[in-house]
């Protein structure tokens, strides 16, 4: 439903939280594979893992802060939702 409102922009980006698995039920991989890239972000180490391997163009994040290439604030820390 996205990819067919938004089909039309080139090159665009993401952000996309909760993630999950970067192939099985992935909001994202129709505008990945047509060019996009973006961030995405989730708690799960083995989806975060699938994501930091499967989508070299995008950047990761996670809580795991010892996982590829990831997103992070520029203090350390935790925050509550």
Known sequence: MLW???SGVRGGFY???GAGHPVRDSV???FYERGWHGI???PDP???AALDQRRERDVAG???RSSGRRASGSEGGTAGL
Do not use: E, K, P, Y
């Open 15 to 17: 952000i996309d939280v």
């Open 4 to 6: 067919r409102a938004l």
């Open 28 to 30: 994202t991989r129709a």
């Open 62 to 64: 996670s809580g795991d």
């Open 40 to 42: 995405n972000i989730d």
């Open 46 to 48: 083995g989806c975060f």
